[in-house]
Structures are given as C-alpha cells and as structure tokens.
C-alpha cells in the first residue's frame, strides 16, 4: 500500500518531461489511426497501443490516466521482479530489500511517474526475466519460448532493450549444451513473435517505419545538438560520463561495484544457473544502457531486471558475513539510493505546495478548449500536444511526433516530411490549404544548453496570419486563436 500510495502521488507530482509529447501524442492518435501510416511516430510501436484505450476511457483526462497507468505498470514491475528472486531461491527478506533498492534509483522513480516507454518493457523483461528462470528450473522448451515472447515484446517497446535479451540467448546457447541449442532456437522464435507487432508496422508504412524507428534515432540527435553547439556532448567520454552520473543517482552504480567485488572473491565456486543468467543479463544490460545517444537516466531501465535478481543473491551471500560487514553492507546500500530519491522528493513537496502539475495542465487544456469553441471550434496545431489533450480539441497528426521531428526538418526535407505527414518549418505553409483554429506555443522556446526555439516557426506563422493570442493560465503557454483576418489574407 506504501508503494502503490508514493507511486501514485510520484505521477501527479511530478513535472511534464520534455519528452512526454510524442509519447501522450502517439497513444492518443493510435486510438483513432493506423501508425506510421497515418502519422509519424519516432519509436517501436507497442507503447503507443498499449495506452491508446487510456486516450477513449478517458478523453478529458487522458495524460492522468496515462501517467496513473505507467505508475500501476511500475508496481507490477516490482510485484514481478520480487517474484522472479523468489523463483530462484533467494529469500523473502533478501528479495525485498534487493527489489526495494531497485525501486529507489533514479531512473526507476523518473520513469514510474511519467508517460515514457520504458516502464513497459521493464515489466516485460522482467517477466521474461521471470519465466527464464522457470525454464532454468524445469528444463521446459515452452517456458523458453514464452520467455522469448516476452523479450520480443519489450524489444518492439523500445530498442535498447535488445542487447538484454540477445545475452539472455547467448547464456542459454553457450553454457547448455545440447539441450541449450534447443532451448536457444526456442528462446529465438518466441522473440520473433515478440517483435511481430514492428512487422506490422513496418507493413503499414515501411518509409515511415524505419524513418521514425531506425533513421532518426542515428541522425536527428547528433544534428540537433550540432545546430545548438553542443555536439561535444555527444562524444564517447561524454556519454560514459553520464551514464556513471544516472548510476550513481540511486542504489545502482554501489550495487555494481560490490556484486563486481563479489563475483571475483567467489569466482572459485561453482554458481548456480540462476547467477550466471544473472551476470550475462547485466553485461547485456549495461551495453544497452550505452547505447542510445545522448545518455539519458531513462536508459539504465534494461539494467534493473538483473540487478534486482543479482543483488538478491548477494544479500542471500551476506547472510553468512560477519554481523559488521553484513550491517555495512545495507548501510551502504541504504545511503547510496539517497540521490536517486531527492529529486522526486521535491517534487512531491512542490506539489504539496503549489498543486500537480498534471491537474493545472488539464484545467488549461480545458480552459483552452473552451476559448477555441467560443470563437467557432476546430482543431489545434502544437509542438506540445501533452499539454492540450484535455482540452476535447481535435490535433493535428502531423504534430504527432512533438518537436521532434520538427526542429530537425532540414534532416528530413519536404518531400519525406510529406510522405510521413510530419510538418517541419520547411511545410508549415502546408497548413494554409485547412487552417488551424488554434495554434499552442510557449512550451519548447529552449533550454540553457539547447537554445534554439522550435516554437519560433509556429508564433511567426501566427502572427503572419493574423491569430490573435491569448496568455495560457500557467502564464507559460500562447494560444494563438485564428480570426477573420486569416480568411481575408487568404481570398486576397
């Protein structure tokens, strides 16, 4: 209940991530269209209808149901993991408090409580995780193919999940035998049918597919951060930097280090099948926390499943320690998720505070719909569609992807943009043929060591045309109201 409480408030406490648009965006259109077909989408495509009922369950409150659904997905992924412990022996309390450390880092608690895709494969690894270890148990080809379902899954969730189920394979292949080539063909082809719903999409609109899936992902970052003077950011040292940073803000980076200590004191004994699946799933893990760029907290995800299960198995070990050493242990391990935890603190004081953040979005999405309707209705145009679900407005699905795809237009060009139906500055004036009634800006002018300003495009389309502007309640966001002038500009 203490989980399930902090989880819940976590979701409406904590502040909009700049990356929620296209998350929110894509659920919401994959309600009422057919992905990549009918509009851009810049990830793998499970998550979007994984949470596309939320958007027609709940029409005026679709991102607090949405974020309520990722914080519940959360406790199932711990509910899991400390199921998974239990499964290969560790013991109640051990199990417990290696599941609650998970809980603690930062990546965990950020991703709990916002829209994302990562909870969701998280949970999905972790199952597989799960069922992995029954099959370890009762050498059975049908736990090895439901085990490959559930990697599959997670990998047609996000990407970076990849590499953890490739190790996985790899275990079963190299330290099984016969049996194990088995088992590793089975592993194999419930991955296949895991990751069917990207052939699927990929059916549907294969340019759109692997733009959004594959050639953004390897282009759009490194030109972004270019045009902004910041693509030193992105070299290797860099990275590796940042990924030690999202480590060491919670449990995770100590953890590493002592279950390393350990591994090497103990490298004489014989480990059991369930602790070399273990370290196989954390080396995969780790490489597919390095891998996407630049380094994000939310990409430590894929390292949580097998370092719940590791750490379990070290406090298991600690059992037999000296009462000292034992205590020293937790005491580090307590004082290490400290950091992972500050931050979602404050978030829930400021909300104690000042009120969620997710409740004022909502009361201006209404507040906004309201004015769009008083001045004749019609659908809306933004960059930040997390912010105006609310307010019953029709989108634009070629603003599905949020600012992504926009700011780097130029990497894209006119004629993929509109092969897509993506806008980008070089299109805007596609809009002119079906005008927008309202356009919502002030929510991407840029950061300190991003400055660019996506919105720039969108506020000098609407003063070219005539929109009259209106202040949002939260005294961040515009909304531009299209007027009379517009339609005399056009029959000119």
Not at 306 to 318: F, I, Q, S
């Amino acid at each position: 209940m203490a989980l399930i409480l902090w989880f819940g408030l976590t979701a409406i406490a904590t502040p909009f991530d700049h990356d929620e648009s296209q998350y929110v965006a894509g659920a919401y259109f994959s309600s009422r269209l057919l992905i990549f077909r009918d509009f851009l989408y810049l990830q793998p495509p499970l998550h979007s209808w994984a949470f596309a009922p939320l958007a027609w369950l709940f029409p005026d409150h679709m991102v607090l149901a949405m974020r309520l659904a990722t914080a519940v997905t959360a406790i199932f992924t711990l509910a899991t993991l400390w199921t998974a412990q239990r499964i290969a022996g560790v013991s109640r309390d051990s199990a417990a408090i290696a599941t609650l450390l998970v809980a603690t880092t930062a990546a965990f608690q950020f991703t709990g409580a916002v829209v994302r895709n990562d909870m969701l494969p998280t949970l999905l690894s972790a199952m597989g995780l799960l069922v992995s270890l029954l099959a370890l148990r009762h050498c059975t080809r049908r736990y090895w193919f439901a085990a490959g379902v559930l990697f599959g899954l997670a990998i047609a969730t996000k990407l970076n999940f990849a590499p953890l189920g490739l190790m996985t394979g790899l275990f079963v292949l190299l330290t099984g035998g016969r049996c194990g080539f088995k088992a590793a063909c089975f592993l194999a082809l419930g991955a296949c049918a895991g990751m069917a719903p990207m052939l699927v999409a990929w059916a549907a609109a294969p340019d759109a597919f692997f733009y959004g899936v594959l050639t953004y992902g390897a282009t759009a970052p490194h030109a972004w951060y270019a045009a902004n003077g910041a693509f030193d950011e992105l070299d290797t040292l860099e990275k590796l930097t940042d990924l030690l940073k999202y480590l060491w803000k919670g449990p995770a980076l100590v953890a590493l280090l002592l279950l390393c200590a350990n591994w090497i004191a103990t490298r004489g004994r014989i480990r059991s099948p369930g602790r070399r699946l273990a370290i196989w799933m954390t080396g995969g893990a780790l490489i597919g926390a390095a891998l996407p760029t630049p380094s994000q907290v939310q990409y430590v995800m894929p390292l949580l499943p097998p370092l719940a299960l590791a750490l379990g198995y070290l406090l298991d070990d600690a059992r037999r320690w000296t009462f000292a050493r034992r205590q020293a242990l937790l005491g580090l391990l307590c004082l290490a998720a400290i950091p992972g935890m500050l931050a979602v603190t404050r978030h829930v004081v400021a909300m104690l505070r000042a009120g969620s953040p997710v409740l004022q979005a909502d009361a201006g999405a209404r507040w906004a719909g309201a004015s769009v309707r008083a001045m004749g209705g019609g659908d809306i145009a933004t960059l930040s569609p997390h912010m105006i679900l609310g307010s019953g407005l029709d989108l634009d699905p070629r603003f599905a992807a949020g600012p992504f795809a926009y700011r780097t237009g130029w990497t894209m060009g006119p004629v993929l943009a509109r092969q897509v139906h993506a806008i980008i500055p070089a299109t805007l004036g596609d809009m002119d043929r079906d005008p927008p009634a309202a356009i919502l800006t002030g929510y991407e002018d840029g950061t300190r060591k991003l400055p660019m300003r996506p919105d720039d495009g969108l506020i000098s389309y609407a003063r070219r045309h005539g929109y009259r502007m209106l202040s949002m309640p939260d005294g961040v966001g515009r909304l531009y109201l299209r007027t009379g002038r517009f339609s005399l500009s056009r029959n000119d």
